[in-house]
């Protein structure tokens, strides 16, 4: 039996009682990051939250090394109680899990998923942009030209986006939205249940330009609400050709824009080049 526990993201309080019941009923745990799991391990004992003093079995599971562990480890080991827990938040959320799900329906292992705090569900709850549906993308790419594409091809959907972004990347997030339609209204959740917790919302290029002054620290959410209206006009063909991008993005985009095909463009571009 496997049970995925959901782990507070930055209060402790925020452990569930279920939790804690499966942590004294489990001597092994399968860890995102070993350390991060023992330190959580010792922080609930020192509150005598955990009250009986189990000797765990620790087990790196996280993923660079899953498939691995999957493919050498006999299923006889699944036998026993094991826990698996992420760093901070709930497994399979934009962190490890979803092979070992998979790995445990296709050998018919049985599993019980606990439910707890979620960066996703706080972010949705504190924006008050979300109704109903709403669409989780997770983190953008890393490289500027895909990320472009990326929230081009999102700010389409007629549900508000729910992101993660790390503070390395949050200003260059803003500039291009800010770009692309600097009336989105926006939701910024910074260290969500942390001890810095704040929150930011209006649109996004007052967003953007006061972030332009900030030292920019700790993790965040963002939940971007959807403007559909036709008024709204996304980038103009000015804007894309100015944007610091490689000719093949840029045709792409000015494909869409412009009804031509990406072949044509893109020539077009490189003669401007020459």
Known sequence: ?????????????????????????CKVLLCEDTRVTKKL????????????????QYFSFHSHNQLEFLNNTPLDFFNQNIAFLCDAGMPCISDPGVELVRFLQQ???????LGGVSALTLGVAFSGLVQREFSFLGFPPHKKREKIEFFYKALKSPYPLVLYES??????????????????????????????????????QEIYKSFCTKSIKGEWVMVIKPNISEEVKYLTQEEVYSLDIPPKVKAKILARITNKSIKEIYEELCKEAL
Do not use: C, W
């Open 1 to 25: 039996m496997v049970t995925f526990i959901s782990t507070p993201i930055g209060n402790l309080e925020d452990i569930t009682l279920r939790t804690l019941k499966a942590l004294q009923s």
């Open 167 to 204: 503070p390395h990347r949050l200003l260059e997030s803003l500039e291009i939205l800010s770009t692309i339609n600097p009336h989105l209204e926006v939701f910024l959740g910074k260290e969500l249940s942390k001890k810095y917790q704040d929150i930011f919302y209006g649109e996004i």
């Open 107 to 113: 050998n018919s292992i049985p599993y019980d998923v």
């Open 41 to 56: 391990i010792s922080l609930l004992r020192e509150r005598n939250l955990l009250k009986e003093v189990l000797e765990y």
